[in-house]
């Protein structure tokens, strides 16, 4: 997929409207906790002000219900603030993103100038999906109309936001459809994301190497079928271990497991065969504590006992086939590492990964919990590529087309 990008068009006085993924954790105090989201948006901003391009930027924030008196704690005036920091220059903030006080706040732009939407999902019709809306009438209209109130506010769409391509939010998908005609391009954030994934699914160097973790193999499913004939090893760990020992009638105690995936992980197993690595044992503890007493398990989990992380053995073999891995693609952790002692097991393979990379492995870390690991560990700068989107990097890999950028003009 090559679309075209912000370099290829002209923006000196077009009002420019860009969908961005802003969406940054806050503390209860309004602060930001992680800014990596707005710096990974800078490098498209500053290109569009200094074209001298009317820029509008637009994004959602955590998940309003839809009111925005109700829901003040997901307000982007925080990131408007931290933006102008950023950028060093003021950021207009534009308290509704539609209505009159949008319109005014676009027609008060100077070429070079910017302003920040309030966030998108203060309207429920952002989010409603494609299927609903054509299931309803009503729906399909209130979606309709909201996007049409932000095409209308400008000549040429960017989309930026990487995080939030898997979906087909009216920002994402609406609004660029109903600007048919007019430049629509994307980011320096998205070009970035999909040469890296791209080129890694692509024509990965070798051998390539799939660590899968986290909690439920049900949300792993498709991309553990997806990635079975391109890479050489996927290798498993967090809470998924536990449903493939229970499909195999393998005791597991009271750790998570997912009887009702019990089927489709016997499938996968049988389907990858060698390439699947599991588990050869796990830290284990009465309870899931920080500071709790562990110990480890080889197989079966007593009763009682929960395998929180994976064990010393398991990270020996991991270690050495991440050893001399090409390409190494990470996403979901392999044990509860927010809670200490269980962190050990997602430290290591982030190590690992960090010497993999010195070696001149490709090293891509799919977002969400892998990438705030990898930020844990202190070694963010060591990997290849750090994807802002969990949800999209686990959809492309899986091989998931993506219609907001499908929607988009060519190169
Ligand atoms: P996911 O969103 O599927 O990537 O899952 C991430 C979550 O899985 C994290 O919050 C981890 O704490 C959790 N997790 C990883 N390993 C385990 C485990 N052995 N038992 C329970 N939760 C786990």
């Known amino acids: 997929m090559v679309k075209k990008t912000v370099r290829a068009i002209e923006v000196r006085g077009q009002r420019v409207l860009a969908r961005l993924d802003l969406n940054v954790p806050l503390d209860d105090h309004d602060r930001i906790t992680d800014d990596r989201r707005i710096r990974a948006a800078l490098p498209t901003i500053t290109h569009l002000l200094s074209g001298g391009a009317r820029l509008i930027l637009m994004s959602h924030l955590g998940r309003p219900k839809g009111d925005p008196t109700a829901d003040k704690r997901f307000t982007l005036a925080p990131v408007a603030a931290r933006?102008?920091?950023?950028l060093g220059r003021p950021?207009?903030?534009?308290?509704?993103?539609?209505?009159?006080?949008?319109?005014?706040a676009v027609a008060e732009l100077g070429n070079g100038d910017c302003c920040l939407l309030e966030n998108l999902r203060f309207h429920k019709a952002e989010t409603i999906k494609d299927s609903k809306a054509a299931a309803n009438p009503a729906l399909g209209e209130a979606k309709t109309s909201f996007a049409r109130e932000l095409a209308d506010l400008a000549d040429v769409y960017v989309?930026?936001?990487?995080?939030?391509?898997?979906?087909?939010?009216?920002?994402?998908?609406?609004?660029p459809q109903l600007m048919e005609g007019k430049a629509r391009v994307i980011g320096f954030l998205i070009e970035k994301e999909l040469k890296f994934l791209g080129?890694?699914?692509?024509?990965?160097a070798r051998p390539f190497v799939a660590i899968l973790g986290g909690a439920k193999v049900s949300d792993k499913i498709g991309v553990i079928d997806a990635l079975r004939s391109k890479c050489d090893y996927i290798l498993i760990g967090g809470a998924m271990t536990y449903t493939f020992m229970g499909a195999e009638g393998v005791n597991v105690g009271r750790s998570l497991c997912e009887p009702d995936a019990f089927d489709t992980a016997r499938r996968l197993r049988a389907s990858a065969g060698d390439k699947l690595r599991l588990p050869v044992d796990s830290v284990v503890a009465a309870e899931l504590k920080p500071g709790v007493e562990t110990w480890v398990c080889d197989g079966?989990?007593?009763?009682?006992?929960?395998?929180?992380?994976?064990?010393?053995?398991?990270?020996?073999?991991y270690a050495e086939i991440l050893s001399n891995a090409g390409t190494v693609v990470w996403n979901g952790p392999m044990g509860v590492f927010e809670t200490p002692p269980f962190e050990r097991g997602t430290m290591e393979i982030a190590?690992?990964?960090?010497?993999?990379?010195?070696?001149?492995?490709?090293?891509?870390?799919?977002?969400?919990?892998s990438a705030a690991a990898?930020?844990?560990?202190?070694?963010?700068d060591r990997m290849t590529h750090i994807s802002t989107g969990g949800g999209a990097s686990l959809e492309y890999l899986e091989g998931k087309p993506f219609r907001a950028l499908e929607v988009l003009d060519d190169a």
């Open 83 to 86: 933006l102008a920091e950023l």
């Open 91 to 104: 950021m207009a903030f534009v308290s509704d993103c539609v209505g009159p006080c949008a319109s005014d």
């Open 159 to 175: 989309n930026d936001a990487f995080g939030t391509c898997h979906r087909d939010n009216a920002s994402m998908l609406t609004v």
């Open 199 to 204: 080129e890694a699914l692509a024509e990965p």
């Open 300 to 317: 079966a989990i007593p009763d009682g006992a929960l395998g929180l992380d994976i064990g010393p053995r398991t990270l020996n073999a």
């Open 351 to 369: 190590h690992r990964l960090a010497e993999a990379t010195d070696r001149g492995a490709i090293t891509i870390i799919g977002g969400g919990d």
């Open 374 to 380: 990898v930020d844990q560990a202190g070694l963010s």
